[in-house]
Protein backbone atom coordinates (compact mmCIF):
# COMPACT_ATOMS: atom_id res chain seq x y z
CA UNK A 1 0.00 0.00 0.00
CA UNK A 2 1.14 3.83 -0.61
CA UNK A 3 2.54 5.83 2.19
CA UNK A 4 1.07 8.95 1.35
CA UNK A 5 -2.87 8.58 1.57
CA UNK A 6 -6.15 7.08 1.55
CA UNK A 7 -6.47 4.53 -1.56
CA UNK A 8 -9.68 3.83 -1.44
CA UNK A 9 -12.08 6.02 -2.80
CA UNK A 10 -14.44 8.48 0.10
CA UNK A 11 -18.05 9.70 -0.91
CA UNK A 12 -19.72 11.78 1.61
CA UNK A 13 -23.56 12.70 1.62
CA UNK A 14 -26.05 14.94 4.26
CA UNK A 15 -29.23 14.01 4.65
CA UNK A 16 -32.12 16.55 4.80
CA UNK A 17 -32.04 16.13 8.69
CA UNK A 18 -27.91 17.15 9.11
CA UNK A 19 -26.77 13.62 9.32
CA UNK A 20 -23.52 12.90 7.38
CA UNK A 21 -22.98 9.62 5.37
CA UNK A 22 -19.79 8.66 4.99
CA UNK A 23 -18.88 5.39 2.54
CA UNK A 24 -15.56 4.01 1.17
CA UNK A 25 -16.47 0.88 -1.19
CA UNK A 26 -13.67 -2.00 -1.05
CA UNK A 27 -15.02 -5.39 -2.47
CA UNK A 28 -11.97 -6.97 -1.00
CA UNK A 29 -13.92 -9.00 1.48
CA UNK A 30 -18.35 -9.58 1.72
CA UNK A 31 -18.35 -7.76 4.82
CA UNK A 32 -19.23 -3.99 6.32
CA UNK A 33 -18.57 -2.06 8.89
CA UNK A 34 -20.28 0.68 10.38
CA UNK A 35 -19.33 3.12 12.51
CA UNK A 36 -21.76 5.95 14.55
CA UNK A 37 -19.60 8.86 15.76
CA UNK A 38 -21.56 11.15 17.91
CA UNK A 39 -19.72 14.59 18.35
CA UNK A 40 -20.45 14.22 22.28
CA UNK A 41 -17.85 12.97 25.03
CA UNK A 42 -16.91 13.57 28.06
CA UNK A 43 -15.71 17.13 27.67
CA UNK A 44 -19.29 18.66 26.58
CA UNK A 45 -20.83 17.48 30.17
CA UNK A 46 -22.37 20.62 31.91
CA UNK A 47 -21.68 20.64 35.51
CA UNK A 48 -23.33 17.90 37.82
CA UNK A 49 -23.97 15.41 34.84
CA UNK A 50 -20.31 13.75 34.77
CA UNK A 51 -20.45 10.18 33.18
CA UNK A 52 -23.22 10.78 31.22
CA UNK A 53 -21.62 10.29 27.64
CA UNK A 54 -19.98 6.83 29.22
CA UNK A 55 -23.32 6.23 31.21
CA UNK A 56 -25.46 6.34 27.32
CA UNK A 57 -22.83 4.56 26.03
CA UNK A 58 -24.44 1.26 28.11
CA UNK A 59 -27.71 2.32 27.78
CA UNK A 60 -27.77 2.63 24.11
CA UNK A 61 -27.55 -1.60 24.39
CA UNK A 62 -30.51 -2.10 26.53
CA UNK A 63 -33.38 -1.52 24.67
CA UNK A 64 -35.21 0.98 22.25
CA UNK A 65 -38.65 1.38 20.64
CA UNK A 66 -38.38 -1.69 18.35
CA UNK A 67 -35.70 -3.78 19.79
CA UNK A 68 -35.67 -5.35 23.57
CA UNK A 69 -33.71 -5.12 26.00
CA UNK A 70 -29.74 -7.19 24.66
CA UNK A 71 -31.15 -7.65 21.89
CA UNK A 72 -29.18 -5.55 19.70
CA UNK A 73 -26.05 -8.01 20.57
CA UNK A 74 -28.35 -10.79 19.56
CA UNK A 75 -29.37 -9.84 16.49
CA UNK A 76 -25.75 -8.76 15.41
CA UNK A 77 -24.26 -11.80 16.50
CA UNK A 78 -26.41 -13.85 15.37
CA UNK A 79 -26.13 -12.47 11.71
CA UNK A 80 -22.07 -13.65 12.55
CA UNK A 81 -21.50 -9.92 13.37
CA UNK A 82 -19.17 -7.96 16.14
CA UNK A 83 -20.34 -5.13 17.87
CA UNK A 84 -18.98 -2.73 20.73
CA UNK A 85 -18.50 0.96 21.75
CA UNK A 86 -16.28 3.36 23.39
CA UNK A 87 -16.47 6.92 24.94
CA UNK A 88 -13.83 9.04 25.37
CA UNK A 89 -13.90 13.12 26.25
CA UNK A 90 -14.27 14.16 22.39
CA UNK A 91 -17.16 11.27 21.36
CA UNK A 92 -18.93 8.51 21.87
CA UNK A 93 -18.51 5.76 18.90
CA UNK A 94 -21.11 3.11 18.33
CA UNK A 95 -19.74 0.48 15.58
CA UNK A 96 -20.47 -3.08 14.39
CA UNK A 97 -19.02 -5.28 11.53
CA UNK A 98 -20.98 -7.88 9.99
CA UNK A 99 -21.13 -10.11 6.34
CA UNK A 100 -22.61 -7.63 3.59
CA UNK A 101 -25.42 -8.87 3.23
CA UNK A 102 -26.54 -8.06 7.08
CA UNK A 103 -26.13 -4.49 6.34
CA UNK A 104 -29.65 -2.86 6.45
CA UNK A 105 -30.03 -5.04 10.14
CA UNK A 106 -27.03 -2.94 11.25
CA UNK A 107 -28.51 0.52 10.10
CA UNK A 108 -31.83 -0.06 11.37
CA UNK A 109 -30.33 -0.78 14.70
CA UNK A 110 -28.23 2.05 14.91
CA UNK A 111 -31.32 4.51 13.79
CA UNK A 112 -33.82 2.76 16.08
CA UNK A 113 -31.61 3.62 18.96
CA UNK A 114 -31.02 7.10 18.04
CA UNK A 115 -34.46 7.93 17.49
CA UNK A 116 -35.95 5.27 19.62
CA UNK A 117 -33.96 4.95 23.04
CA UNK A 118 -35.56 8.19 25.37
CA UNK A 119 -39.28 6.21 24.94
CA UNK A 120 -37.66 3.18 25.95
CA UNK A 121 -35.64 4.23 28.81
CA UNK A 122 -37.13 3.36 32.46
CA UNK A 123 -35.86 3.71 35.78
CA UNK A 124 -34.93 0.53 36.32
CA UNK A 125 -32.63 0.37 33.29
CA UNK A 126 -31.13 3.86 34.00
CA UNK A 127 -30.51 2.01 38.38
CA UNK A 128 -29.54 -1.09 36.40
CA UNK A 129 -26.08 0.65 34.12
CA UNK A 130 -25.81 3.15 37.02
CA UNK A 131 -24.38 0.00 39.18
CA UNK A 132 -22.74 -1.49 35.94
CA UNK A 133 -20.85 1.70 35.74
CA UNK A 134 -20.09 1.74 39.26
CA UNK A 135 -18.83 -1.86 39.24
CA UNK A 136 -16.82 -0.79 35.78
CA UNK A 137 -15.17 2.19 38.22
CA UNK A 138 -14.23 0.14 41.02
CA UNK A 139 -12.84 -2.87 38.56
CA UNK A 140 -11.13 -0.69 36.05
CA UNK A 141 -10.10 2.37 38.39
CA UNK A 142 -10.26 1.61 41.79
CA UNK A 143 -9.64 -1.88 42.81
CA UNK A 144 -6.48 -2.65 40.43
CA UNK A 145 -2.69 -1.26 41.08
CA UNK A 146 -2.25 2.06 39.41
CA UNK A 147 -5.76 1.97 38.08
CA UNK A 148 -6.89 5.50 39.13
CA UNK A 149 -3.48 6.85 37.65
CA UNK A 150 -5.51 9.05 34.78
CA UNK A 151 -8.39 9.45 37.07
CA UNK A 152 -5.42 11.96 38.83
CA UNK A 153 -3.71 12.90 35.93
CA UNK A 154 -6.45 14.66 34.32
CA UNK A 155 -6.91 17.36 37.26
CA UNK A 156 -3.20 17.95 37.53
CA UNK A 157 -2.87 18.68 33.59
CA UNK A 158 -6.04 20.70 33.34
CA UNK A 159 -7.86 23.08 35.74
CA UNK A 160 -10.82 23.24 37.29
CA UNK A 161 -14.07 24.33 34.63
CA UNK A 162 -11.56 23.10 31.57
CA UNK A 163 -13.53 20.04 30.24
CA UNK A 164 -10.66 17.84 30.08
CA UNK A 165 -10.57 17.98 34.00
CA UNK A 166 -12.81 14.85 34.46
CA UNK A 167 -12.73 11.68 33.15
CA UNK A 168 -14.97 9.92 31.16
CA UNK A 169 -16.21 7.90 33.75
CA UNK A 170 -17.50 10.53 35.85
CA UNK A 171 -18.89 11.03 39.07
CA UNK A 172 -20.70 8.80 40.71
CA UNK A 173 -22.70 11.15 43.18
CA UNK A 174 -23.43 12.80 40.10
CA UNK A 175 -24.86 9.95 38.32
CA UNK A 176 -26.10 9.22 41.32
CA UNK A 177 -28.06 12.40 42.03
CA UNK A 178 -29.35 12.71 38.50
CA UNK A 179 -33.31 11.74 37.43
CA UNK A 180 -34.91 9.82 34.67
CA UNK A 181 -35.47 13.19 33.16
CA UNK A 182 -32.51 14.75 33.01
CA UNK A 183 -30.77 11.60 31.61
CA UNK A 184 -33.50 11.73 28.27
CA UNK A 185 -32.63 15.48 28.23
CA UNK A 186 -29.39 14.84 28.23
CA UNK A 187 -29.75 12.46 25.54
CA UNK A 188 -32.15 13.92 23.28
CA UNK A 189 -29.81 16.95 23.39
CA UNK A 190 -26.99 15.43 22.09
CA UNK A 191 -27.56 11.81 20.27
CA UNK A 192 -29.51 14.02 17.40
CA UNK A 193 -28.73 13.14 13.20
CA UNK A 194 -27.04 16.62 12.90
CA UNK A 195 -24.71 15.85 15.52
CA UNK A 196 -23.74 12.49 14.03
CA UNK A 197 -21.62 10.48 11.25
CA UNK A 198 -22.37 7.58 9.79
CA UNK A 199 -19.44 5.92 8.09
CA UNK A 200 -19.84 2.45 6.10
CA UNK A 201 -16.82 1.00 5.29
CA UNK A 202 -16.83 -2.40 2.70
CA UNK A 203 -18.53 -4.37 0.40
CA UNK A 204 -21.37 -2.10 -0.37
CA UNK A 205 -22.04 1.08 -3.18
CA UNK A 206 -22.66 4.15 -2.11
CA UNK A 207 -26.01 4.31 -3.59
CA UNK A 208 -27.12 1.29 -1.43
CA UNK A 209 -25.73 2.69 1.55
CA UNK A 210 -27.47 6.04 1.06
CA UNK A 211 -30.71 4.63 0.03
CA UNK A 212 -30.95 2.95 3.30
CA UNK A 213 -29.76 5.59 5.83
CA UNK A 214 -32.66 7.58 4.35
CA UNK A 215 -35.21 5.11 4.74
CA UNK A 216 -33.66 3.95 8.39
CA UNK A 217 -32.80 7.40 9.66
CA UNK A 218 -34.33 10.08 7.91
CA UNK A 219 -37.31 10.61 9.31
CA UNK A 220 -35.50 10.96 13.12
CA UNK A 221 -35.63 14.80 13.46
CA UNK A 222 -32.41 17.04 13.50
CA UNK A 223 -32.02 18.87 17.18
CA UNK A 224 -31.98 22.68 16.32
CA UNK A 225 -29.51 23.44 19.07
CA UNK A 226 -27.15 21.49 20.20
CA UNK A 227 -25.15 22.93 22.93
CA UNK A 228 -21.20 23.89 21.98
CA UNK A 229 -18.17 22.29 24.03
CA UNK A 230 -16.48 24.35 26.48
CA UNK A 231 -13.45 25.92 24.81
CA UNK A 232 -10.42 23.94 26.29
CA UNK A 233 -8.09 25.13 23.69
CA UNK A 234 -6.20 27.58 25.94
CA UNK A 235 -4.62 26.21 29.31
CA UNK A 236 -2.30 28.90 31.05
CA UNK A 237 0.96 27.53 31.79
CA UNK A 238 1.43 27.32 35.49
CA UNK A 239 5.31 27.93 35.88
CA UNK A 240 5.05 25.64 38.86
CA UNK A 241 5.61 21.66 38.80
CA UNK A 242 2.53 19.58 39.77
CA UNK A 243 3.64 16.88 41.79
CA UNK A 244 1.44 14.08 43.46
CA UNK A 245 2.31 11.31 45.34
CA UNK A 246 0.62 8.33 46.61
CA UNK A 247 0.92 5.77 48.88
CA UNK A 248 -1.41 2.70 48.40
CA UNK A 249 -1.27 -1.48 47.99
CA UNK A 250 0.73 -1.53 44.75
CA UNK A 251 3.75 -3.87 43.73
CA UNK A 252 6.21 -1.29 43.40
CA UNK A 253 7.43 2.35 42.98
CA UNK A 254 5.78 4.03 39.72
CA UNK A 255 6.11 7.46 38.23
CA UNK A 256 4.56 9.41 35.15
CA UNK A 257 5.49 12.21 33.69
CA UNK A 258 2.90 14.29 31.41
CA UNK A 259 3.02 17.55 29.44
CA UNK A 260 0.07 19.58 27.92
CA UNK A 261 1.58 19.27 24.22
CA UNK A 262 -1.30 20.44 20.88
CA UNK A 263 -4.21 18.80 20.05
CA UNK A 264 -4.58 16.10 17.91
CA UNK A 265 -4.47 16.95 14.38
CA UNK A 266 -2.25 19.81 14.59
CA UNK A 267 0.59 20.10 13.41
CA UNK A 268 2.55 20.46 16.48
CA UNK A 269 0.97 16.83 17.52
CA UNK A 270 2.65 15.14 14.51
CA UNK A 271 5.91 15.74 16.38
CA UNK A 272 4.70 14.98 19.39
CA UNK A 273 3.82 11.55 17.70
CA UNK A 274 6.82 10.81 16.46
CA UNK A 275 8.44 12.38 19.58
CA UNK A 276 6.55 10.03 22.09
CA UNK A 277 7.50 7.13 19.78
CA UNK A 278 11.35 8.06 19.62
CA UNK A 279 11.19 8.37 23.84
CA UNK A 280 9.21 5.34 24.61
CA UNK A 281 7.74 2.62 22.18
CA UNK A 282 9.84 -0.73 22.42
CA UNK A 283 12.83 -1.81 23.09
CA UNK A 284 15.02 0.48 21.06
CA UNK A 285 13.48 3.70 22.40
CA UNK A 286 15.27 6.05 24.81
CA UNK A 287 13.48 5.26 28.02
CA UNK A 288 13.93 1.56 27.62
CA UNK A 289 17.37 1.82 26.45
CA UNK A 290 18.29 4.42 29.46
CA UNK A 291 16.34 3.58 32.24
CA UNK A 292 15.67 -0.76 31.86
CA UNK A 293 18.71 -1.86 29.65
CA UNK A 294 21.43 0.93 30.75
CA UNK A 295 20.77 2.31 34.20
CA UNK A 296 18.28 -0.77 35.08
CA UNK A 297 15.93 1.40 37.22
CA UNK A 298 13.10 0.31 35.34
CA UNK A 299 11.39 -2.51 34.82
CA UNK A 300 11.95 -3.56 31.16
CA UNK A 301 7.96 -4.46 30.32
CA UNK A 302 6.64 -0.84 32.27
CA UNK A 303 8.69 1.79 30.65
CA UNK A 304 6.95 3.74 27.82
CA UNK A 305 5.46 7.38 26.52
CA UNK A 306 2.52 8.12 24.25
CA UNK A 307 0.34 10.81 23.60
CA UNK A 308 -3.45 10.48 24.39
CA UNK A 309 -4.83 11.71 20.81
CA UNK A 310 -7.40 14.49 22.25
CA UNK A 311 -8.49 17.24 19.49
CA UNK A 312 -9.96 20.40 21.27
CA UNK A 313 -6.92 20.85 23.95
CA UNK A 314 -3.33 20.81 24.77
CA UNK A 315 -3.01 16.97 24.43
CA UNK A 316 -0.78 15.07 27.02
CA UNK A 317 2.34 13.51 26.14
CA UNK A 318 2.75 10.68 29.01
CA UNK A 319 5.96 8.95 30.09
CA UNK A 320 6.07 6.27 32.92
CA UNK A 321 8.09 4.00 34.62
CA UNK A 322 7.78 1.14 37.22
CA UNK A 323 10.86 0.36 39.49
CA UNK A 324 13.00 -2.25 39.96
CA UNK A 325 13.21 -4.41 43.42
CA UNK A 326 15.12 -1.79 45.11
CA UNK A 327 14.63 1.22 43.53
CA UNK A 328 13.26 4.44 44.86
CA UNK A 329 10.41 6.05 43.47
CA UNK A 330 12.42 9.33 43.75
CA UNK A 331 15.43 7.49 41.77
CA UNK A 332 13.19 6.84 39.31
CA UNK A 333 11.22 9.81 39.12
CA UNK A 334 14.76 11.65 38.61
CA UNK A 335 15.94 9.12 35.95
CA UNK A 336 12.32 9.79 34.00
CA UNK A 337 12.68 13.64 34.16
CA UNK A 338 16.56 13.50 32.78
CA UNK A 339 15.41 11.41 29.83
CA UNK A 340 12.45 13.30 28.96
CA UNK A 341 14.34 16.80 29.53
CA UNK A 342 17.13 15.38 27.39
CA UNK A 343 14.89 15.26 24.11
CA UNK A 344 15.64 18.82 23.96
CA UNK A 345 18.74 18.76 24.22
CA UNK A 346 20.02 15.33 22.67
CA UNK A 347 20.05 15.52 19.18
CA UNK A 348 17.39 13.10 18.00
CA UNK A 349 19.47 10.48 15.31
CA UNK A 350 18.72 9.33 11.56
CA UNK A 351 18.09 5.72 13.21
CA UNK A 352 16.00 6.92 15.84
CA UNK A 353 13.94 9.06 13.79
CA UNK A 354 13.61 6.32 10.46
CA UNK A 355 13.10 3.67 13.83
CA UNK A 356 9.91 5.89 15.08
CA UNK A 357 8.39 6.45 11.83
CA UNK A 358 8.97 2.70 10.27
CA UNK A 359 6.50 2.41 13.98
CA UNK A 360 4.20 4.69 13.05
CA UNK A 361 3.66 3.45 9.23
CA UNK A 362 3.26 -0.08 10.42
CA UNK A 363 0.24 1.07 12.71
CA UNK A 364 -1.55 3.29 10.82
CA UNK A 365 -1.19 0.04 7.84
CA UNK A 366 -2.11 -2.12 10.61
CA UNK A 367 -5.46 0.21 11.35
CA UNK A 368 -6.20 0.97 7.42
CA UNK A 369 -5.78 -2.90 7.00
CA UNK A 370 -9.48 -3.94 8.17
CA UNK A 371 -12.81 -2.19 7.15
CA UNK A 372 -13.29 -1.61 10.87
CA UNK A 373 -10.21 0.39 11.51
CA UNK A 374 -10.93 2.94 7.97
CA UNK A 375 -14.46 3.12 9.30
CA UNK A 376 -13.33 4.25 12.54
CA UNK A 377 -10.74 6.52 11.50
CA UNK A 378 -13.22 8.11 8.41
CA UNK A 379 -15.83 8.87 10.79
CA UNK A 380 -13.49 10.56 13.28
CA UNK A 381 -12.09 12.77 10.93
CA UNK A 382 -15.45 13.58 9.82
CA UNK A 383 -16.45 14.42 12.94
CA UNK A 384 -13.42 16.23 14.41
CA UNK A 385 -12.33 17.87 11.51
CA UNK A 386 -15.23 18.71 8.81
CA UNK A 387 -13.89 16.05 5.99
CA UNK A 388 -13.12 12.54 6.28
CA UNK A 389 -10.46 12.83 3.34
CA UNK A 390 -8.24 14.48 5.58
CA UNK A 391 -7.07 11.25 6.97
CA UNK A 392 -5.19 11.03 4.53
CA UNK A 393 -3.19 13.86 5.69
CA UNK A 394 -1.35 11.43 9.18
CA UNK A 395 0.87 9.34 7.84
CA UNK A 396 2.76 12.02 5.38
CA UNK A 397 2.37 14.42 8.66
CA UNK A 398 4.71 11.90 10.57
CA UNK A 399 7.22 10.60 8.13
CA UNK A 400 7.52 14.66 7.05
CA UNK A 401 9.03 15.32 11.00
CA UNK A 402 12.20 16.24 11.09
CA UNK A 403 14.76 15.99 14.40
CA UNK A 404 15.18 19.96 14.27
CA UNK A 405 11.25 19.82 14.67
CA UNK A 406 11.52 17.14 17.46
CA UNK A 407 14.25 19.70 19.63
CA UNK A 408 11.60 22.54 18.89
CA UNK A 409 9.04 21.18 20.05
CA UNK A 410 10.23 19.51 23.22
CA UNK A 411 11.81 22.42 24.03
CA UNK A 412 8.53 24.27 24.26
CA UNK A 413 6.02 21.70 25.56
CA UNK A 414 8.37 19.35 27.93
CA UNK A 415 9.72 22.33 30.04
CA UNK A 416 9.86 20.98 33.82
CA UNK A 417 8.83 24.24 35.19
CA UNK A 418 5.12 23.06 33.65
CA UNK A 419 5.30 19.07 34.65
CA UNK A 420 3.18 17.11 36.17
CA UNK A 421 4.64 14.23 38.17
CA UNK A 422 2.73 11.29 39.64
CA UNK A 423 4.45 8.91 41.45
CA UNK A 424 2.69 5.63 43.21
CA UNK A 425 4.43 4.17 46.81
CA UNK A 426 4.04 1.01 47.85
CA UNK A 427 2.76 0.96 51.62
CA UNK A 428 5.24 0.12 54.13
CA UNK A 429 4.23 -3.20 55.72
CA UNK A 430 4.45 -3.50 59.43
Request: charged share 20%.
Amino acid sequence: MPDSGYPWPISTTRLDNGLRVVVSEDRTAPAVAVNLWYDVGSRHEPAGQTGFAHLFEHLMFEGSVNVAKTEHMKLVQGAGGSLNATTNPDRTNYFETVPAEHLELALWLEADRMGGLVPALTQETLDNQRDVVKNERRQRYENVPYGDAWLRLLPLLYPPGHPYHHATIGSMADLNAADLATFQAFHQTYYAPNNAVLTVVGDTTVDEVVTLAEKYFGAIEPRAEIPPAPDGRTVPATGVPAVETVVTDVPAPRVYVAHRTYPFGTPGYDVVTVLATVLGSGRGSRLYQRLADGERIAQPDLVGAYGVDLAHAPAPLIATATARPGVSGERLAEGLAEVVDEVATVPVTPSELDRAKALLTTAWWRQMSTVDGRADALGRYATQFGDPATVAERLPAWQAVTAEQIAEVAAEVLAADDRVTLTYRPEEKL
